[in-house]
């Protein structure tokens, strides 16, 4: 092996535990909410866990590789063809401003790949996978289609990146992190 291949697995090992990390907070907080607040309670480890297990992990690791390359590009494309005016305001707000305007204008974008992966019959021969579930749980969310994943994100990205709200020079790695964290 090459050790250009050593760090790619070094690389893909740090993602797979910090993947397995952000697993076990969530199940360590959702559980006990599901436990408490069910409607219709149900045990932890259903019929189905073990595949919404496999799509949280493909999907987590599978799709933020393909985000970062996307991402780069985006943002390069939208440096370039955005009016400078656009981005020297947005590089000039601070973090929390920076930070609201990013959720928001995410949001709205993800609203809109969600909604077309509804309307458009190709989305959603690929979204349907996310609506199979016969049981619903915190893991459930998790599944769908790799395509589906990256439309629906990608669709957020590309405004938060158009209006040069992921900028990493101005601390867009902060904001897009933290839209990930809380949003997706």
Do not use: K
């Not at 952000?22 to 045990?43: G, K, M, N, S, Y």
């Amino acid at each position: 092996m090459s050790p250009g291949s050593h760090a790619h697995l070094a690389a893909l090992a740090i993602d797979v535990v910090r993947t397995s990390i952000w697993l076990f907070l969530l199940t360590a907080i959702l559980v006990p909410l599901e436990r408490l607040f069910a409607e219709r309670p149900q045990a932890v480890l259903r019929r189905q866990f073990v595949p919404d297990l496999a799509y949280y992990f493909i999907n987590s690791l599978g799709t933020a590789a393909v985000l970062t390359a996307l991402g780069a590009m985006l943002a390069e494309g939208a440096r370039r063809i955005m009016p400078g005016a656009i981005l020297s305001f947005s590089a000039g707000l601070s973090l929390w401003p920076r930070v609201l305007a990013t959720l928001v204008v995410g949001e709205f974008g993800f609203y809109w790949g969600h909604r077309w992966s509804h309307e458009i019959p190709l989305l959603w021969r690929f979204h349907a996978i996310h609506h199979s579930a016969e049981q619903v749980d915190w893991l459930t969310a998790s599944r769908g289609h790799p395509l589906d994943i990256l439309f629906t994100r990608l669709c957020g990205f590309v405004l938060i990146y158009t209006c040069g709200l992921a900028r990493p020079d101005t601390g867009g790695s902060v904001t897009i992190s933290l839209l990930t964290v809380f949003t997706i």
